[in-house]
């Protein structure tokens, strides 16, 4: 079994996939950026980051595997386990290339720590976008230089130049008093036509009067916003366990709720859902920081 193909497939997707038992890889959305030393522009793309903790399973790696190849959440979970097992060991001696997604090692700690590809964007948004490079913009300042002529100076023709400027001077003023003339009988026709519209409003006010009108009711209505931005809590076969499990968030005072079944046959549980993908993504920071470290951010249109 290939992981890093599923892997791959659903970073597209989701923010957050986890392979349990061994970590999670998380993407964050950046925007377009401009390299201002090598004058390169990239467009918005998602920042790929390999978390150690985020191991527990939430079922969304295993589900895709058996919708994919046909067979059943078990016999995915299993296929998971034993590629774990084998980049655990292969870890040791070497490091894990992930085609497409990145590469794991152990650094001198033994810790693992994850060097994510440059090739690939994973932001759905920006396909087909690619990163470009152009020459440098340079600005000019033009020198003002004095246009004013010399009132002694002559052409070759002996005509003094400042006659010359007089005369364009005088046709200019009387363009500009044409230009002027046109421009006040625009504005004259425009108020005269809105004298006239609100006339006629006032003919058709005075002609449907009622002698005993009924009071007017002011109704306010709040629009509510859509929520799709989920901070998943789990999903759950049995959809009484997605019950339980949503009485005891609101106990501890998530404003939880099922949001429905995905195509795998799981009940989906959310501590909260939001309109706003930046509150959604800091309220996830805080469950992961005290509550739950595999709550992940789901985005449902």
């Known amino acids: 079994m290939n992981l890093a193909t599923y892997i791959k ?15 999670g890889f998380v993407t964050k959305r950046i925007s ?21 903790n985020l191991n527990n399973n ?5 589900n895709y595997i058996a919708s994919v190849e046909n067979i059943s959440f078990e016999k995915a979970s299993n296929g998971i386990a034993l590629s774990v097992i084998k980049w655990q060991n292969e870890i ?9 997604i990145g590469v794991l090692k152990l650094n001198e700690n033994r810790q693992i720590i994850f060097e994510p590809t440059t090739q690939v964007n994973f932001l759905a948004d920006s396909f087909g976008l690619h990163s470009f490079e152009t020459s440098a913009i340079k600005r000019y300042q033009q020198e003002v230089k004095n246009i004013i002529p010399e009132v002694t100076k002559k052409d070759k023709k002996g005509i003094p130049t400042f006659i010359k400027y007089a005369a364009s001077a005088a046709i200019l003023v009387a363009l500009g008093v044409s230009l002027y003339s046109n ?43 859509p929520k799709p931005f989920h901070v998943v809590a789990g ?30 046959g799981l009940t989906q549980v959310v501590f909260a ?13 805080k469950i992961q920081n005290s509550t739950s470290k ?8």
Request: proline share 5%.
């Open 294 to 301: 595999d709550a992940w951010l789901l985005i449902k249109n």
């Open 183 to 225: 421009y006040e009988t625009t504005i004259q026709k425009e108020v005269f036509a809105k004298q006239q519209k609100a006339l006629e409003k006032k003919i058709q006010r005075a002609t449907f009067v009622i002698s005993n009108p009924l009071p007017t009711i002011d109704l306010t209505v709040a629009k509510e916003l």
């Open 32 to 52: 377009a950026k401009i390299n201002e030393t090598t004058h390169q522009f990239f467009p918005p793309s998602k920042q790929l980051s390999f978390n150690r």
């Open 9 to 23: 497939d659903l970073l597209y997707r989701y923010d957050c996939v986890i392979v349990p038992d061994f970590g």
């Open 92 to 100: 040791q001696t070497k490091p894990i290339v992930l085609e497409a």
């Open 58 to 62: 939430d079922g969304l790696l295993a």
């Open 273 to 285: 859902s939001f309109s706003d993908k930046n509150d959604a993504t800091n309220y996830l920071y």
């Open 235 to 264: 999903a759950f076969q049995n959809p009484e366990n997605a019950e339980r499990k949503v009485a005891q968030l609101k106990a501890e005072g998530h404003d939880a709720t099922i949001i429905g079944v995905n195509k795998w």
